[in-house]
């Protein structure tokens, strides 16, 4: 079993940053990747961005490319999603998951392992 904990959620205006924390423990070494979704109200839940935990390859939604930075620090067994030029349109729960298996990271029904979701509030 892999535990995650998100953190850093928050309400930022239009054009700020916030930065989202994943905290993993348990078999970590089962580890093959970790990605952010993001759910809004009355909506599906969506990839944001993705990393491979060994090589740090990144993945990104068009949508986020270039506003939004996914990495990772493995002596800390924690996942980081740095979110800038924020829009209203990103208001979202955001959730940390991870996966054992290589395949396409975009997926969510191909994870594994899920936190349980920080509010992110972006006002206009």
């Known amino acids: 079993q892999v535990q995650l904990v998100e953190s850093g959620g928050g309400l930022v205006q239009a054009g700020g940053s916030l930065r989202l924390s994943c905290a993993t423990s348990?078999?970590?070494?089962?580890?093959?990747?970790m990605g952010w979704f993001r759910q809004a109200p009355g909506k599906e839940r969506n990839f944001v961005a993705a990393?491979?935990?060994?090589?740090?390859?990144?993945y990104y939604a068009d949508s986020v490319k270039g506003r939004f930075t996914i990495s990772r620090d493995n002596a800390k067994n924690t996942v980081y999603l740095q979110m800038n030029s924020l829009k209203p349109e990103d208001t979202a729960v955001y959730y940390c998951?991870?996966?054992?298996?290589?395949?396409?990271?975009?997926?969510?029904?191909?994870?594994?392992?899920w936190g349980q979701g920080t509010q992110v509030t972006v006002s206009s």
């Open positions: 348990g078999r970590t070494f089962s580890i093959h990747a």
């Open positions: 998951a991870a996966r054992s298996y290589s395949g396409n990271l975009r997926t969510a029904d191909d994870y594994d392992y």
């Open positions: 990393i491979t935990w060994s090589g740090g390859i990144t």
